[in-house]
């Protein structure tokens, strides 16, 4: 595998963490075919935190929110019980099962992307089509999809976007999440694929997308539902933002990092996000989507128009533009709702704070 990659699997990405949780894991209980003990899985996710115990590699947080609902991940997922992880968009969600998978299974790449154009081959298997004719139907023509991998190698298949796939795909999940085998009726009595242990689903889902094809009573029956909440603290999230950033620009990160505008636009997200200012101000909230994974996207191109157009300095004007494209997508009655909020909440602020909030202020030309 190349070594300069966009998005490394997060088994590529950590795998120093994860071996060396696996060498002090040796002799742990943990549950059938896990690669890790959930205890270990839990430091994956949430760090290191005990100082008394040395590491030879640094196994930072990488999941922040709610301790508890990822330590009732790890649990559910240990009783066989499946996992969806539902919630507004930018949430982690998809992060938190690549975790997971990885952490659990040594992969987080046996994935069904799901959408309205989601079949039962995609889930389950397909044929390959120049063997079938010269063999017919035989485990040799058979192309396993990530269901049938799940179960025959008894690790987590990763259900991205379940409910925007058609119903009847949804519920040939019923009888695998059940039963734990899967039925292939091509190859006769002996059609048969019987889950290994440590099969399991964890499926994500948009909050505003449950209702594009709702799942049935008998599928959610199988799950263990969370909900994954937005970041509730502004200087969380402004350490995300940083911490983010600081990884997808790499060496030029240094001179691209103001800690003062990463604030300003952390602030901005959380008060437009949650409808009031830190003043008590209340604000109409925009109908887009607004994530810490927006705010990082927002401050990331901000970041990269300095480096490339601006010596190297970060532009407000440039700011209020990326943050106008990331607010205004389908209804323009979101920028109604921002030239609201620069006209209360960031007017204000540049008379009390001046500084990067008297700047973002002049920047509300770009604000149409």
Request: aromatic share 8%; net charge neutral.
């Amino acid at each position: 595998m190349p070594e300069k990659l966009i998005k490394p699997p997060v088994e590529l990405m950590y795998k120093d963490q994860l071996d060396i949780l696996a060498e002090m894991d040796k002799g742990s209980d943990k549950p059938d075919n896990w690669a890790l003990s959930p205890k270990a899985v839990r430091t994956f996710i949430l760090g290191h935190k005990d100082k008394t115990v040395k590491l030879k590699v640094s196994i930072q947080q990488k999941y922040y929110g709610d301790d508890a609902l990822v330590e009732r991940c790890i649990i559910a997922l240990a009783g066989n019980r499946g996992l969806m992880l539902v919630g507004e968009p930018g949430t982690a969600k998809t992060m938190l099962s690549e975790l997971l998978s990885a952490a659990i299974s040594g992969t987080s790449l046996n994935t069904v992307q799901g959408s309205a154009g989601t079949t039962d081959d995609n889930i389950k298997y397909s044929w390959n089509y120049a063997l079938l004719l010269a063999k017919g139907a035989t485990r040799e023509a058979l192309v396993p999809a990530p269901l049938y991998i799940g179960m025959e190698n008894g690790i987590i298949t990763r259900f991205e976007e379940l409910t925007r796939c058609p119903s009847e795909v949804q519920d040939a999940l019923i009888s695998a999440m059940s039963d734990k085998v899967l039925s292939i009726p091509e190859l006769g009595p002996d059609g048969f694929i019987f889950a290994k242990p440590g099969f399991n689903v964890i499926g994500t889902a948009n909050t505003r997308d449950r209702g594009v094809n709702e799942m049935s009573s008998a599928l959610k029956r199988r799950f263990n539902f969370e909900t994954v909440f937005p970041i509730n603290s502004v200087p969380l999230e402004s350490r995300i933002i940083e911490e983010q950033c600081r990884s997808l620009l790499g060496a030029k990160a240094q001179r691209l990092i103001d800690k003062d505008i990463i604030g300003l636009i952390a602030s901005a997200f959380h008060e437009m996000r949650t409808g009031q200012s830190a003043e008590g101000t209340r604000i109409d909230s925009p109908s887009a989507a607004m994530s810490t994974a927006e705010a990082v996207s927002v401050y990331y191109q901000t970041a990269l128009s300095g480096f490339y157009y601006e010596n190297g300095k970060i532009s407000v004007d440039s700011l209020a533009q990326n943050l106008l494209g990331a607010i205004v997508k389908e209804n323009r009655e979101d920028a109604v709702k921002l030239r609201s909020y620069f006209n209360s909440v960031v007017k204000a602020r540049s008379k009390t704070q001046g500084g990067a909030w008297e700047a973002f202020y002049e920047a509300r030309k770009w604000i149409r």
